[in-house]
T-cell receptor, first 118, second 109 residues
Framework: GAGVSQSPSNKVTEKGKDVELRCDPI?????LYWYRQSLGQGLEFLIY????????KSGLPSDRFSAERTGGSVSTLTIQRTQQEDSAVYLC????????????????FGEGSWLTVV | EDKVVQSPLSLVVHEGDTVTLNCSYE??????LLWYKQEKKAPTFLFML??SGIEKKSGRLSSILDKKELFSILNITATQTGDSAVYLC?????????WGAGTKLIIKP
C-alpha cells in the first residue's frame, strides 16, 4: 500500500475483553515496530519485527500483550483481558531493509489505533 | 538508564513569535538525534542531526545539536497556527528509538 495502514482506528472495549490491533506495513518493508503512546506521554517501544521474527519483545508491558507477524507483512498486536491502563494510541511503523531507526526519515508511521478500555 | 528529556512540556505563544524547544539526552553509543512533528496521531519526520554545531534548516524550522552538552534545540520562527502540534525528540538505540515525552506547542492567532 501507499502507507502504513492500521485498523481499527478507534476501539472502545470493556475491561477484561481481548482486542486485536492490525498493522499493514508498506510493501517491501522488512522492519516493523509497535509503539504505545498514552495521553500526554512520549512513545513507548513495545516490539520490533525483522521479517517474521521478533528479536526483542522486552517492551511488551505484560504477558497479556503478544504480537505476531506473518508472511513478513501484516502484524497483529493482541491484548488479552484488557485493563483501563491499556488505554492509549497504539502506533505501528515500518522501514525498508537495511535502514530504520538509524535513519529517522525512513521510518514511516501509521495513523494509529486509539484504544479505550471502559 | 538511557533517557531523552524534553522541555518545556507545553508552550503557548502568539502567531509570529519565535519559539525554542529543548531536548537533552543520555543514550549509550549515541549516533544521531531525530525531531518529529506529531499532529493528531502519526509523527512526521523533521530533522536528523548527527554532528555538533551544524544547523539543519527547513523553512522556518531549524535545529542544532551539541554533543558535548548532550542536547539539541528546535527553533521555529514567525510561528503560524499550523505549527501547533506536539514536537517529539528521539534518539536511536540499536533498532529502536528512545523518545522524549514531547513539547505541546499551541500557537494562538
Amino acid at each position: 500500500g501507499a502507507g502504513v495502514s492500521q485498523s481499527p482506528s478507534n476501539k472502545v472495549t470493556e475491561k477484561g475483553k481481548d482486542v486485536e490491533l492490525r498493522c499493514d506495513p508498506i510493501s517491501g518493508h522488512t522492519a516493523l515496530y509497535w509503539y504505545r503512546q498514552s495521553l500526554g506521554q512520549g512513545l513507548e517501544f513495545l516490539i520490533y519485527f525483522q521479517g517474521n521474527s521478533a528479536p526483542d519483545k522486552s517492551g511488551l508491558p505484560s504477558d497479556r500483550f503478544s504480537a505476531e507477524r506473518t508472511g513478513g507483512s501484516v502484524s497483529t498486536l493482541t491484548i488479552q483481558r484488557t485493563q483501563q491502563e491499556d488505554s492509549a494510541v497504539y502506533l505501528c511503523a515500518s522501514s525498508p531493509p537495511g535502514q530504520g531507526a538509524l535513519s529517522g526519515n525512513t521510518i514511516y508511521f501509521g495513523e494509529g489505533s486509539w484504544l479505550t478500555v471502559v | 538508564e538511557d533517557k531523552v528529556v524534553q522541555s518545556p512540556l507545553s508552550l503557548v505563544v502568539h502567531e509570529g513569535d519565535t519559539v525554542t524547544l529543548n531536548c537533552s539526552y543520555e543514550v549509550t553509543n549515541f549516533r544521531s538525534l531525530l525531531w518529529y512533528k506529531q499532529e493528531k496521531k502519526a509523527p512526521t519526520f523533521l530533522f536528523m542531526l548527527t554532528s555538533s554545531g551544524i544547523e539543519k534548516k527547513s523553512g522556518r524550522l531549524s535545529s542544532i545539536l551539541d554533543k558535548k552538552e548532550l542536547f539539541s534545540i528546535l527553533n521555529i520562527t514567525a510561528t503560524q497556527t499550523g505549527d501547533s502540534a506536539v514536537y517529539l525528540c528521539a534518539v536511536p538505540r540499536n533498532y529502536q528509538l528512545i523518545w522524549g515525552a514531547g513539547t505541546k506547542l499551541i500557537i494562538k492567532p
